[in-house]
């Protein structure tokens, strides 16, 4: 009984603890999931264009 107590407890102070949170609008979750993705294609088409020269770098070296 003392472990259902103890679970009891622990999500009853989560629970408590998820009502202090200051959650993002909904807004700012948008403009934060577009930094995401822009971030992601440009370090993406970065790291492409880095492994296409070196590659060709590479086969330049070994022909």
């Known amino acids: 009984m003392e472990k259902l ?3 009891k407890e622990f999500f009853n102070e989560s629970k ?3 009502k202090k949170v ?4 909904k807004q ?3 403009t ?4 995401v993705v822009a971030v992601t ?3 993406a088409v970065f790291l ?7 590659s060709k770098f590479i086969g330049y ?3």
């Open 5 to 7: 107590d103890r679970a």
């Open 16 to 18: 408590q603890e998820l």
């Open 22 to 25: 200051t959650w993002p609008t």
């Open 28 to 30: 700012q979750t948008i």
């Open 32 to 35: 934060s999931t577009w930094v």
């Open 41 to 43: 294609v440009v370090l």
């Open 48 to 54: 492409g264009l880095v492994d296409l020269v070196l």
């Open 61 to 63: 070296i070994l022909s």
